[in-house]
């Protein structure tokens, strides 16, 4: 079931809001089973037969959890436990996500020949929560974890507006949440943001998002034949596709969760403003990042220092780094998760290219920071500054630009393709080079190619780029309001652009939501739903 579908907006959700609400006045017990209820049927809806799955993984976790707490006090048993929690899970992972691409490779460079190519459907967010219940099962072990409720874990787990594509919850900000008696209390303010939140989402998801994805899909489907100047025009769709569908989700979950008295974490917070990398992986994806940081990063890179300091070899300190420390302390951990990162979005070369495209693009970015020049101490002049924050904000959105062509290709080698076509390089301009790209911009001012069958797509380009570049997101919309557990990097807007529950505000949403009733199609998923 999708958020996009009519049967959702106008049966499940009314429904579930209602009864939820309705029992919580009774029993709070009562309200936390219908809505552990409601997220499986949501999860089955999909495809019945993964829910043995989602509650093969839960009973197992949760068991898992319970005993590295029982043998707390006796280290090697509670270790050994939780390597094989953790072990199971990404066996688990793997056998859907990696297996068969990779028995597919052996087979196709003759390697194995007794593996007929085959495929196999990979369950709906099995990533998200099999490392959600990795970081509980780490945290357990490390104390940080309390024991709580069996339905406070599967609420946890399987919290429906998060369970098929994040963001990835911290067990220390949601389970609390569900053993407090006032999250099962009706709240009329929590169901009016939560609404307002929803309908601004689901509005970037329908009326933009789907909208861009045409063009995006065309180009990246025939990738050699494309001129330079459609072959930017659908990198470019996909870009924006990608952020208003991912910026749709968080804030259709965000919302969703807020109508059950629930906040979630931070997801998405205005990625395409950044002016780094390192700015940009601290918006993009927040909760993807700080799990990456928690229990990727964090680790290897002490465990590094902790060996240096023992030896007397300098650190990562102004006054001591060297660049030998900062390869081996920073660099060397950061490749190595943005790697892995890469490789959980899926299997493929593309996705090996695209982690460690960001792993170097952080690399560089620290290095500057580190060794490359400082900035000066006298105040420079509003123009400079403009400036120099222009070209850091191209160099940013380039580098991720070329990163999500990777992403989104079907292999590697569609993904260079396409970037030949990009620099005039493809078989689409007649004229190879920085003449073929002249050429495609004459070509497509002088009509003769087919840009204009993508009319919708492009006119939705423009208007996309004025509400990533110039308007407020919706968490700085609600700041007031705590539209999520955590602090955002964005400023809050000025005084009137800030939400609130008048009648202005919700005739505005009101039109919103007839307008994206109207191109609801229901059968749009969203694009992080394949991780």
């Known amino acids: 079931m999708l958020f996009n579908s009519l049967p959702f907006l106008f049966l499940f959700l009314p429904v579930s809001v209602l009864i939820y609400y309705f029992l919580g006045y009774f029993q709070m017990n009562a309200a936390k089973f219908w809505l552990a209820a409601l997220s499986f049927f949501f999860y089955g809806w999909w495809n019945p037969k993964f829910l043995l799955l989602l509650i093969g993984s839960i009973l197992f976790n949760y068991c898992c959890g319970y005993l590295i707490q029982a043998f707390q006090e006796r280290t090697k048993i509670s270790s050994l436990i939780l390597a094989v929690g953790i072990f199971s899970n990404l ?33 709906l967010g099995i990533s998200f929560f099999t490392f959600t219940q990795i970081g509980f099962l780490i945290d357990t072990q490390g104390g940080n974890a309390r024991e709580r409720g069996f339905l406070e874990y599967v609420l946890f787990v399987t919290f ?9 919850l911290h067990h220390r900000e949601i389970m609390p949440q569900f053993a407090k008696k006032e999250t099962y209390a009706l709240n009329l303010d929590n169901i009016g943001i939560g609404i307002s939140i929803f309908i601004m989402g689901l509005a970037k998801k329908v009326l933009l998002a789907d909208q861009l994805a045409p063009l995006a899909n065309d180009v990246f489907k025939h990738t050699v034949e494309k001129h330079s100047v459609e072959a930017w025009a659908g990198v470019l769709c996909y870009s924006l ?3 208003f569908d991912f910026a749709g989700y968080s804030e259709m979950a965000l919302g969703l969760a807020r109508m059950f008295n629930v906040k979630f974490p931070a997801n998405f917070d205005s990625p395409y403003k950044s002016k780094s990398i390192i700015d940009f992986w601290q918006r993009w994806h927040i909760s993807l990042t700080r799990y990456l940081t928690l229990y990727l990063y964090n680790p290897v890179s002490l465990w590094i220092m902790r060996q240096r300091a023992a030896k007397g070899m300098p650190l990562l300190k102004a006054e001591e780094t060297t660049l030998e420390g900062f390869l081996v302390i920073l660099a060397l951990p950061t ?7 890469g490789v959980w979005h899926g299997a493929g070369l593309q996705f090996f290219i ?8 952080l690399c560089v970015n620290h290095a500057w920071r580190m060794f490359g020049p400082k900035a000066p101490k006298t105040p420079v002049s509003r ?5 120099d924050g222009v070209w850091k ?13 990777f992403f989104r290709a079907k292999t590697a080698q569609d993904a260079w393709q396409l970037i030949q076509c990009m620099i005039g390089r493809g078989t689409g301009d007649s004229v190879g080079g920085p003449e073929g790209v002249i050429e495609s911009i004459l070509d497509y001012f002088g009509f003769p190619v087919p840009y204009w069958n993508y009319t919708n797509s492009l006119i939705t380009l423009a208007v996309a780029f004025v509400f990533v570049l110039a308007l407020p997101n919706v968490l700085q919309l609600f700041e007031k309001e705590g539209a999520s557990l955590t602090n955002i990097r964005s400023k809050p807007p000025l005084f009137s652009f800030q939400w609130r529950p008048n009648i202005l505000w919700g005739c505005l949403l009101a039109v919103l939501f007839l307008a994206t009733l109207l191109m609801v199609t229901g059968n749009s998923e969203f694009l992080y739903f394949r991780f």
């Open 335 to 341: 490749l190595y998760t943005m790697i892995l990162a």
């Open 354 to 361: 695209f982690g460690l495209l960001h792993g170097v693009y």
């Open 160 to 168: 429906f507006p998060h369970l098929i594509a994040g963001p990835i």
């Open 383 to 387: 123009c400079s500054s403009w400036l």
């Open 91 to 123: 066996a688990l992972l793997f056998y859907f996500k990696y297996l068969f691409n990779l028995l597919d490779w052996f087979h196709e460079h003759g390697f194995y020949q007794g593996y007929s190519e085959g495929s196999i459907i990979l369950p």
């Open 241 to 243: 596709q990608l952020y």
């Open 393 to 405: 904000w191209g160099l940013t959105y380039l580098s991720v630009l070329i990163a999500q062509i």
